[in-house]
C-alpha cells in the first residue's frame, strides 16, 4: 500500500456505504503514520474486529487502534464533540491509548442539540430515511454561514450572537412544522462551556499539520465515510447525504492539496446494500432478501437499521471508478456468498428497450431499469480460512476476475470475514 511513490492513499466507498471501509483502514493503518477522516460526521458507524474485541468507531478514525498512529479529524466533517467524548472515553476503557494522538480540526463546525432536534422532527428527513443525528442541519448551517466552528469556541463574547441566529433558523423551522419543542440558546452555550476546554485541547489546524507530514515523507491514509452514490452531487440525489464522500472531497476535507494524493482505493461488498430511501436496481426479493441479510449481518453499526441487500452492480461500481479516479479495488464480504447455489452479477440496466452500461442521473429512469444479470455457479465452500488468492476456490476466483474486467479496476484486497486478519493481499 505504501512505497516511495505513494505516501498518501485515499479511501472510498464505491457503492452506497457500509462497504467495510473501516476494516481496510484498520489493516492499512499498521503501516500508516497519520490517518484522517475528511467528511460526514457521527452518522457513520466503522467496525473493525479484533476477534476478542469489536469496536464501532463513528467519528474518530479508525487508526486509532494501532499504537503510534497520529489520527485527525478534518475539517470536512461536521463534528458532533458530546458523542465525541464518549467514544474516546469508551476507548479508553477498553485499554487504546488515545493521549496525544488525536486532533481535531480547528476549522470542523459543531453538531449541535439543535442540530438533532430540527434533524428529527423533519418529514424530509424522514422520507430520505436520514439517522437523525443532526448531520445535514449541520451542513446546512455550514453553508449558510451560520454555523459554530471549533475554533469560535475561544471567543464567548462573539459565541453568543452567532448561536442566537442559528438557534433562531432551527425554531422557526420547528414553529413551522407544528412542532412544540424549541431549542434553547442558554442550555447549548452552557453545554459549549462545559466541552470547551476538552475540545478545544484537542484543536489543530489539520491541514498544516498533515501537509507538514506529506512533506516529511510520512504516509498519511485519509477515511471516509458513507460510499460514492451517496455524494450530493454525483449520489442518487435526493436520496444522499449532505457532504461530498467522492475522492474530492478528501483534500477539501483536510485541507491539503489534491496533487498529493497519490491512490485512490474503492472499497466495496461482493454484493451490494443500502440503507434507507432511494434506488437499489439490484435488491432482492424475498425470501433472499432476508436471508443474505442474516448471513451479512447487514444491520447498521450506528443505528441498527436492517440494510437493503442486492447482488453485486458493475454499473454503479464502474461510475464509482470514474467519478473518484479508484486506482484498485478492495472486495469485502465475499465469504458471506459462500453458501449460495448460484451468484448473479449486475452488467447493464435495460429501460424498455434500451440497454444501458452507464449509470444515470435520472431517477426516473433508475425506476424503470431492470438489471441485466450474468449468473455464476457458487463455489458452497467456505472461504474464512483463505489468505491467499490461490486458496479461493476457482468459482470465487472467476467471480473475482468478471467484477475487474468490468469495472475496468484491479481487485487488490479480498476480505472473507470481519476479523483484522481474514483478508487476502493480491
Known amino acids: 500500500m505504501f512505497d516511495a511513490a505513494t505516501r498518501t492513499v485515499v479511501v472510498v466507498g464505491a457503492q452506497w456505504g457500509d462497504e467495510g471501509k473501516g476494516k481496510l483502514v484498520d489493516v492499512l493503518s499498521e503501516r500508516a503514520d497519520w490517518v484522517v477522516r475528511y467528511q460526514g460526521g457521527a452518522n457513520a458507524g466503522h467496525t473493525v474486529d479484533l476477534g476478542d474485541t469489536s469496536f464501532v468507531l463513528h467519528q474518530i478514525p479508525s487508526g486509532i487502534l494501532h499504537g503510534g498512529v497520529r489520527c485527525a ?167 444522499v447525504t449532505s457532504s461530498t464522500t467522492t475522492s474530492g472531497g478528501a483534500a477539501v476535507g483536510v485541507g491539503i492539496s ?34 443474505m441479510r442474516q448471513l451479512g449481518n447487514e444491520f447498521g453499526a450506528t443505528t441498527g437499521r436492517a440494510r437493503r441487500c442486492g447482488w453485486f452492480d458493475a454499473v454503479v461500481v464502474r461510475y464509482a471508478v470514474r467519478i473518484n479516479g479508484l486506482t484498485d479495488l478492495a472486495v469485502t464480504k465475499l465469504d458471506v456468498l459462500d453458501t449460495l447455489d448460484e451468484i448473479k452479477l449486475c452488467t447493464a440496466y435495460r429501460v424498455g428497450t434500451d440497454v444501458f452500461t452507464e449509470f444515470p442521473g435520472d431517477l426516473k429512469m433508475l425506476e424503470h431499469a431492470e438489471p441485466v444479470y450474468e449468473t455464476f455457479a457458487g463455489w458452497r465452500t467456505s472461504t474464512a480460512d483463505a ?40
Not at 489534491?258 to 435488491?283: F, H, M
Open 73 to 239: 479529524i478534518g475539517n470536512g466533517v461536521v463534528l458532533d464533540p458530546e458523542t465525541l467524548f464518549t467514544e474516546i472515553d469508551e476507548l479508553v476503557a477498553d485499554g487504546v491509548d488515545v493521549e496525544g494522538r488525536l486532533y481535531v480540526s480547528e476549522r470542523a463546525h459543531l453538531v449541535l442539540p439543535y442540530h438533532k432536534l430540527v434533524d428529527s422532527s423533519s418529514a424530509a428527513s424522514r422520507a430520505i430515511g436520514t439517522t437523525g443525528r443532526g448531520i445535514g442541519p449541520a451542513y446546512e448551517d455550514k453553508i449558510a454561514r451560520r454555523g459554530v466552528r471549533v475554533l469560535d469556541l475561544r471567543h464567548p463574547a462573539t459565541l453568543r450572537p452567532r448561536l442566537e441566529a442559528a438557534v433562531a433558523h432551527a425554531n422557526a423551522q420547528l414553529m413551522a412544522w407544528g412542532v412544540p419543542e424549541r431549542a434553547s440558546v442558554d442550555e447549548t452555550i452552557t453545554l459549549l462551556e462545559r466541552l470547551a476546554p476538552r475540545l478545544l485541547s484537542l484543536a489543530e489546524d489539520v491541514g498544516l499539520a498533515v501537509h507538514r507530514a506529506q512533506r516529511s515523507n510520512a504516509a498519511v491514509l485519509l477515511e471516509g465515510a458513507q460510499g460514492s452514490l451517496l455524494d450530493v452531487d454525483h449520489g442518487t440525489y435526493p436520496f
Open 258 to 291: 489534491p496533487r498529493s494524493l497519490d491512490r485512490c482505493l474503492g472499497v466495496v461488498k461482493a454484493y451490494t446494500t443500502r440503507v434507507g430511501q432511494g434506488p437499489l436496481p439490484t435488491e432482492f426479493a424475498e425470501p433472499l432478501q432476508s436471508q
Open 387 to 426: 489468505r491467499t488468492l490461490e486458496d479461493l476456490p476457482q468459482a470465487a476466483r472467476a467471480y473475482l476476475n468478471r467484477i475487474e474486467a468490468l469495472v475496468e479496476a484491479p481487485i487488490t484486497y479480498v476480505s472473507v470475514g470481519t476479523r483484522r486478519d481474514q483478508i487476502i493481499g493480491l
